[in-house]
């Protein structure tokens, strides 16, 4: 992917957040200011009086299908921000489909068999995240601890500030930034691990804030359009490949469907 079009990507990212709140909430994830969507601009749907929010704004937006984009959501202000996101959804795919086919050769599948799997239907969805500078950063959190549930994600990471961190072990590491440089890293989602039977995992992850410098992340966010139809093909496939790894499969199967249906980590929480 072309610096210049992650610089402009982000430049436009960073001009929406910073224009008058009147004007982003033009884009509201709020129907009538109560009824929460997935799409638009704002924060955490809040369930409980007591729920802990993330220290972040964001705004959610579907891009693929291109046919079921909801363009309402989609800001004209700055106005190169609507070419720039088309443009870096198509690259994103790209990329994506050329982690899957190196996937599927460390499989030892036929290297099209993950990315079949994604139909003209699946979802793509971009997500921009702004956090903002956070007075008390060791008691905040930008975003919770969490797996994704999506296939795979491309994040685009801010150049000048880290915040975003891995757990392993009981331990949580920094994922450094590359200094004067723009990263962009492949998250692997739970879908994906049901998919490849545990093979490539989906970790757990969180943002932590900072008390002096904002940040801003734009990531996409690939879905699976039938996740049950997709375990039922690799169950066959995999039996024909490999006999341990159908072994594998039926004893893991709780395990995996356990993180699929996503459940409480709060004690993961700091």
């Not at 992917?1 to 960073?14: F, K, Y």
């Not at 009981?170 to 930034?177: E, I």
Request: aromatic share 10%; net charge positive; glycine share 4%.
């Amino acid at each position: 992917m072309e610096s210049s079009l992650i610089d402009s990507m982000m430049t436009a990212s960073r001009d929406f957040f910073r224009l008058p709140p009147e004007e982003k909430r033009k884009y509201s994830n709020l129907l009538d200011g109560k009824h929460f969507q997935v799409e638009g601009y704002g924060n955490d749907q809040v369930k409980t009086r007591d729920q802990r929010l993330d220290w972040s704004d964001r705004l959610h937006l579907k891009v693929e299908p291109e046919d079921q984009r909801n363009l309402a959501h989609w800001p004209i202000h700055p106005k190169s921000f609507r070419d720039y996101l088309h443009e870096f959804t198509l690259k994103s795919k790209i990329i994506k489909d050329n982690i899957l086919w190196a996937m599927a050769k460390l499989l030892g599948l036929h290297e099209d068999c993950l990315v079949n799997q994604f139909t003209d239907k699946a979802l793509t969805y971009a997500r921009f995240n702004y956090y903002p500078p956070c007075p008390r950063p060791d008691l905040v959190l930008g975003i919770k601890p969490h797996c994704d549930v999506f296939a795979l994600t491309v994040v685009l990471m801010d150049k000048d500030v880290a915040g975003l961190q891995v757990l392993r072990d009981g331990t949580w590491y920094r994922v450094p930034t590359l200094s004067n440089n723009y990263n962009l890293l492949i998250n692997v989602g739970v879908a994906m691990e049901v998919m490849t039977n545990g093979v490539f995992r989906g970790p757990v992850h969180r943002v932590v804030t900072n008390a002096e410098k904002e940040r801003i992340s734009r990531e996409t966010c690939r879905f699976v359009e039938d996740i049950s139809k997709v375990n039922l093909w690799f169950h066959v496939t995999i039996r024909m490949a490999n006999k341990e790894l159908l072994i594998h499969f039926s004893k893991g199967m709780n395990l995996v469907t356990r993180k699929l249906l996503r459940l409480d980590i709060a004690e993961l929480s700091p």
